[in-house]
């Protein structure tokens, strides 16, 4: 089994600044920025681009290097936090509706 006890409240901390970081650049748009580039594209480009990188996530999933999965899973979760902040649905909405689902299951030691 994966060593997953390494991730740390630091990782956790990590995805609310980027998910205030993608908020951040929805509202000042500054030039240069690729994250204001897709939110000009809009969402359906957005979402396509989501699309994208889970098929990507896939076929790297079936190559032997886990570097290459690692690197595309950053890739759609990255995406797919921009897609979510340019609906404005928050992650923990996200978070919230896992653990609540999960609560219905035989885990729920999980998250408690």
């Known amino acids: 089994m ?19 970081l993608l908020y951040d650049r929805k509202d ?16 359906d480009k957005i979402a396509q681009k ?14 032997k290097k886990n570097k290459e999965t690692i690197n595309e899973a950053a890739d759609l979760l990255f995406h797919l936090m921009l897609l979510l902040s340019e609906k404005e649905i928050p992650l923990h909405k996200v978070v919230k509706e896992l653990r ?6 035989n885990h729920k030691h999980i998250g408690e």
């Open 50 to 63: 989501v699309g994208e990188e889970a098929v990507e996530t896939v076929i790297a999933s079936k190559n």
């Open 28 to 43: 000042a748009m500054p030039k240069g920025s690729y994250t204001t580039s897709m939110y000009k594209k809009g969402l």
């Open 2 to 20: 994966a060593d997953i006890k390494t991730i740390t409240k630091k990782d956790y901390k990590f995805l609310k600044e980027l998910e205030e």
């Open 100 to 105: 609540k689902r999960h609560g219905k299951g």
